[in-house]
């Protein structure tokens, strides 16, 4: 059973800085490529960053420089450090593995992060 759980969200004000977490389970957390993904109301949910299971990284342009992800492979845990914040951060962000629709696009329920200017 896939299970995803996010937390760490919260209010911050502009420059701030937020960690996120995430708990999956480990059918889809183990071998797998983990990514961190936002919505913002009325967008499409994007992928921001991605770390494979051995730890090389990617981020969209938007947020380089400014997070970080990371995963602890022994906790089924995934993480995004996320500094600087600006108010375009807002959104609800999510865990998933990059090649989540193998797992029957199956989706936690996130965490919201609210950037204020």
């Known amino acids: 059973q896939v299970q995803l759980v996010e937390s760490g969200g919260g209010l911050v004000q502009a420059g701030e800085s937020l960690t996120l977490s995430c708990a999956a389970s480990?059918?889809?957390?183990?071998?797998?490529?983990m990514g961190w993904y936002r919505q913002a109301p009325g967008k499409q949910r994007e992928l921001v960053a991605s770390?494979?299971?051995?730890?090389?990284?990617n981020y969209a342009d938007s947020v380089k420089g400014r997070f970080t992800i990371s995963r602890n492979n022994n906790k089924n845990t995934v993480f995004l450090q996320m500094n600087s914040l600006k108010p375009g951060d807002t959104a609800v962000y999510y865990c998933?593995?990059?090649?989540?629709?193998?797992?029957?696009?199956?989706w936690g329920q996130g965490t919201q992060v609210t950037v204020s200017s």
């Open positions: 770390i494979s299971s051995g730890g090389s990284t």
């Open positions: 480990g059918s889809i957390f183990s071998g797998n490529a």
């Open positions: 998933n593995a990059v090649n989540w629709r193998l797992y029957g696009g199956h």
